[in-house]
Nanobody, 127 residues
Framework: QVQLVESGGGLVQSGGSLRVSCAVS????????MGWFRQAPGKEREFVAA????????YYSDSVKGRFTVSRDNAKNTVYLQMNSLKPEDAAVYYC????????????????????WGQGTQVTVSS
């Protein structure tokens, strides 16, 4: 069993930065690829980024590429999403998720392949 708890959300001005974290419990954490998704009011959940179990490989959506960075500290069982140059359209609830497989962008960008999810953390960007 894997449990995920996000933290670090909050209010930030447009152009600012924020780092959200996802603490993962479970002895098999290091075997899981991790993903970040977000959902704004009235919109579908969308893929943001994914990272392989070792951290050596990452994927990003086009909307955040070059601004967001996903990383993980396997010693701390934590995954991070560093968000820079934030825009009002980045405002959403951000969720982390865990999946045993890390195959391709087309696979790991799909929410339905992830087995475990956190409760989400709210990110608000003021213009």
């Amino acid at each position: 069993q894997v449990q995920l708890v996000e933290s670090g959300g909050g209010l930030v001005q447009s152009g600012g930065s924020l780092r959200v974290s996802c603490a993962v419990s479970g002895r098999t954490y290091r075997n899981y690829a991790m993903g970040w998704f977000r959902q704004a009011p009235g919109k579908e959940r969308e893929f943001v980024a994914a990272i392989s179990s070792s951290g050596a490989s990452t994927y990003y959506s086009d909307s955040v590429k070059g601004r967001f960075t996903v990383s993980r500290d396997n010693a701390k069982n934590t995954v991070y999403l560093q968000m820079n140059s934030l825009k009002p359209e980045d405002a959403a609830v951000y969720y982390c998720a865990a999946n045993r497989l890390y195959l391709s962008y087309s696979y790991n960008s799909r929410a339905e392949v992830y087995d475990y999810w956190g409760q989400g953390t709210q990110v608000t960007v003021s213009s």
